[in-house]
């Protein structure tokens, strides 16, 4: 069974479709855009293996031709040097504008792709075939393109919204477990900032889908990606309630820096520990009970997830100088730290009224605690 969500913006409208095995229906999937029978592929070389020929012989079948570009797989890939050559690449393969690229992988393939779709011939059609959880709930969806600078990460980018988002959940059986729970982290997400219900639901169901149920797999996915679809369609470009989809993004971020970007934090894990993070600081703000930030890091415990900073291999700055790291964040209006808290869980809200001290507490906290706890 094939699920739709319809993202239904104005002149861009586009579907995302989620399916076990939908690799298989590419051909027929995309072929409908197409206005000759041909598309470009790029991939990574670690997905490439995996999920290129299944495509392409997809394609294929539905007698649409393809020729790839292979990039180096890893975040360094998000930056000018591999951007310019994918750019150049499609100049070469005589991209149009009515043509389709297809990006084939996760986040830094995503990104990469749908900002060189954005800039070629000012604008052409891409569409998502995202093969992470992460990239399957949040990163394909909803039109952020972008590369890293050396000044940060996704300094440099475009909205520019995919004409068609394949998720094929039976992608996710090849990805180590370390990366499903770190895209299961922004599946929590969305629960902790707008849905109690699916928050609930993930408590019950949460163990079965990682441990690969593909019905509660493709209703995580549905859930997300319904509730992306919706922040979005209210606020495309993050001028107001797009926001909350960083709920925990700003801690996230300061501990991505701390850790250099390497292996030590996953995005995903900094996302669930940034969650626990903000849902701390909300009561200790009186915003909420205590029990709720106890919930939330009962959940991440139950599936085996970082959810403490002292989770995180190795050392990290002290609190003043992770405050002094989330200034850099993208979110910073007029030099104020914008933070993502919650009334509850399924109540997030974006405010800039938060002190200072309030932030460095929870951080301090944080270190000075021992081994992780539950
Ligand atoms: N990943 C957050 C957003 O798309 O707005």
Same mark, same amino acid.
């Not at 392409?56 to 890893?74: D, K, Q, T």
């Not at 933070?339 to 507490?361: E, M, Q």
């Given at each position: 069974?094939?699920?739709?969500?319809?993202?239904?913006?104005?002149?861009?409208?586009?579907?995302?479709?989620?399916?076990?095995?939908?690799?298989?229906?590419?051909?027929?999937?995309?072929?409908?855009? /197409?206005?000759?029978? &041909?598309?470009?592929?790029?991939?990574?070389?670690?997905?490439?293996?995996?999920?290129?020929?299944?495509?392409?012989?997809?394609?294929?079948?539905? $007698?649409?031709?393809?020729?790839?570009?292979?990039?180096?797989?890893?975040?360094?890939?998000?930056?000018?040097?591999?951007?310019?050559?994918?750019?150049?690449?499609?100049?070469?393969?005589?991209?149009?504008?009515?043509?389709?690229?297809?990006?084939?992988?996760?986040?830094?393939? $995503?990104?990469?792709? +749908?900002?060189?779709?954005?800039?070629?011939?000012?604008?052409?059609?891409?569409?998502?075939?995202?093969?992470?959880?992460?990239?399957?709930?949040?990163?394909?969806?909803?039109?952020?393109?972008?590369?890293?600078?050396?000044?940060?990460?996704?300094?440099?980018?475009?909205?520019?919204?995919?004409?068609?988002?394949?998720?094929?959940?039976?992608?996710?059986?090849?990805?180590?477990?370390?990366?499903?729970?770190?895209?299961?982290?922004?599946?929590?997400?969305?629960?902790? /900032?707008?849905?109690?219900?699916?928050?609930?639901?993930?408590?019950?169901?949460?163990?079965?889908?990682?441990?690969?149920?593909?019905?509660? !797999?493709? &209703?995580?996915?549905?859930?997300?990606?319904?509730?992306?679809?919706?922040?979005? /369609?209210?606020?495309?470009?993050?001028? $107001?309630?797009?926001?909350?989809?960083?709920?925990?993004?700003?801690?996230?971020?300061?501990?991505?820096?701390?850790?250099?970007?390497?292996?030590?934090?996953?995005?995903?894990? $900094?996302?669930?520990?940034?969650?626990?993070?903000?849902?701390?600081?909300?009561?200790?703000? +009186?915003?909420?009970?205590?029990?709720?930030?106890? &919930?939330? !890091?009962?959940?991440?415990?139950?599936?085996?997830?970082?959810?403490? /900073?002292?989770?995180?291999?190795?050392?990290?700055?002290?609190?003043?100088?992770?405050?002094?790291?989330?200034?850099?964040?993208?979110?910073?209006?007029?030099?104020?730290?914008?933070?993502?808290?919650?009334?509850?869980?399924?109540?997030?809200?974006?405010?800039?009224?938060?002190?200072?001290?309030?932030?460095?507490?929870?951080?301090?906290?944080?270190?000075?605690?021992?081994?992780?706890?539950?």
């Amino acid at each position: 069974m094939v699920e739709t969500v319809p993202v239904a913006l104005p002149g861009r409208a586009y579907d995302i479709r989620i399916g076990h095995g939908l690799l298989a229906s590419a051909g027929t999937e995309i072929a409908p855009l /197409l206005s000759r029978p &041909r598309v470009v592929v790029v991939t990574d070389e670690n997905v490439g293996a995996l999920h290129l020929e299944p495509l392409r012989e997809a394609l294929s079948a539905a $007698g649409v031709a393809s020729e790839a570009l292979i990039l180096p797989p890893g975040e360094a890939t998000k930056g000018w040097t591999q951007f310019s050559a994918c750019v150049e690449w499609l100049l070469e393969q005589r991209v149009e504008r009515r043509d389709i690229v297809i990006a084939l992988g996760g986040g830094v393939i $995503g990104d990469l792709v +749908g900002f060189a779709a954005a800039v070629l011939r000012r604008g052409v059609r891409f569409v998502q075939v995202p093969t992470s959880l992460l990239a399957q709930v949040d990163s394909s969806v909803g039109g952020k393109t972008g590369i890293n600078s050396a000044h940060g990460k996704n300094l440099v980018g475009a909205f520019h919204q995919p004409s068609l988002v394949l998720a094929d959940t039976a992608l996710l059986e090849t990805l180590p477990e370390r990366d499903f729970l770190a895209g299961y982290g922004e599946v929590v997400k969305y629960g902790l /900032l707008g849905d109690a219900e699916f928050f609930d639901w993930l408590e019950e169901a949460g163990p079965a889908l990682a441990a690969g149920d593909r019905e509660a !797999r493709i &209703r995580a996915v549905r859930r997300s990606c319904e509730m992306k679809a919706e922040i979005v /369609l209210r606020d495309e470009t993050e001028q $107001g309630d797009r926001a909350l989809l960083n709920l925990g993004h700003t801690f996230c971020h300061a501990l991505e820096a701390a850790t250099g970007y390497s292996d030590r934090l996953l995005h995903g894990e $900094g996302v669930a520990i940034g969650c626990a993070l903000a849902f701390e600081l909300s009561a200790r703000l +009186g915003l909420c009970s205590q029990e709720e930030p106890s &919930r939330v !890091r009962a959940h991440l415990a139950a599936m085996g997830m970082k959810r403490d /900073l002292s989770d995180i291999p190795g050392d990290l700055p002290g609190a003043e100088a992770l405050l002094d790291l989330m200034g850099q964040d993208k979110k910073v209006v007029d030099g104020t730290l914008r933070f993502i808290l919650a009334r509850g869980i399924g109540a997030a809200f974006v405010t800039s009224d938060v002190p200072p001290g309030a932030v460095l507490d929870v951080l301090r906290d944080g270190l000075e605690q021992g081994p992780a706890r539950t």
